[in-house]
């Protein structure tokens, strides 16, 4: 995408472009989310090689730990799914993980996600896509907000199962807006990965 920023997961051997004023992290970087109070930090679900929008959008310390998490505006990565059945489960899980680990937490109940779709990216890459969203979250914190995700599984040569997910703040003045959501998703494409 002219002028955009590429982010690269050499270890998946994935790429994609975001917008410039996205914060491109390092290859190694994982961002993932877990049960809230789970001592052992779980990951629920997680990506690495992630690009993050205003990563310090709202700050605050909802759980009450002394510690000031960040909530970012949206992030995007990639990963593996060694244990999804299909892309379309792969897709819906990492969609529905995502939106209730980072915004809906406890109330399971408040994640709607929508039918895996076929999706094929302007590389030619076809998998399956699915939305997830969450609505009136109602936590106590500063930085309690509804979200949404859009995740993309597929197979590559090898047969290995991958994802991409974008997931981000929904219903606030600076949201993503989904034709933006759409055109990154539209720009991942296999690379040659690490050796």
């Given amino acids: 995408m ?6 690269t997961n050499p270890k998946r051997g994935i790429a994609f472009d975001v917008p410039v004023d996205w914060a491109v992290k390092s290859s190694g970087w ?4 877990a049960e809230n109070g789970d001592p052992e930090e ?4 997680g990506f690495a090689a992630p690009a993050i929008l205003k990563e ?12 000031q998490d960040d909530t970012p505006l ?3 990565g990639s990963r593996a799914e ?10 819906r899980e990492n969609a529905r993980l995502w939106v209730y680990g980072s915004y809906a937490q406890p109330a399971k109940e408040k994640v709607a996600t929508g039918a895996a779709k076929p999706f094929t990216t302007k590389s030619g890459i076809t998998g399956s896509v699915a939305t997830a969203t969450s609505t009136g979250v109602d936590g106590t914190g500063r930085c309690a907000y509804d979200g949404k995700a859009t995740a993309f599984a597929f197979e590559n040569p090898a047969g290995e199962t991958l994802s991409w997910t974008f997931v981000g703040v929904r219903g606030v003045d600076d949201e993503v807006p ?7 998703l539209g720009t991942v494409r296999l690379v040659d990965g690490a050796p």
């Fill in 30 to 33: 994982v961002t993932y989310v």
């Fill in 42 to 45: 779980t990951p629920l679900v």
């Fill in 82 to 91: 060694p244990d999804a059945r299909d892309t379309a489960e792969a897709a």
């Fill in 178 to 184: 989904e034709p933006t959501v759409l055109k990154i």
């Fill in 74 to 76: 949206a992030s995007v």
């Fill in 2 to 7: 002219p002028g955009w920023k590429t982010v």
């Fill in 56 to 67: 310090k959008w709202c700050r605050s310390d909802d759980d009450g730990n002394g510690t």
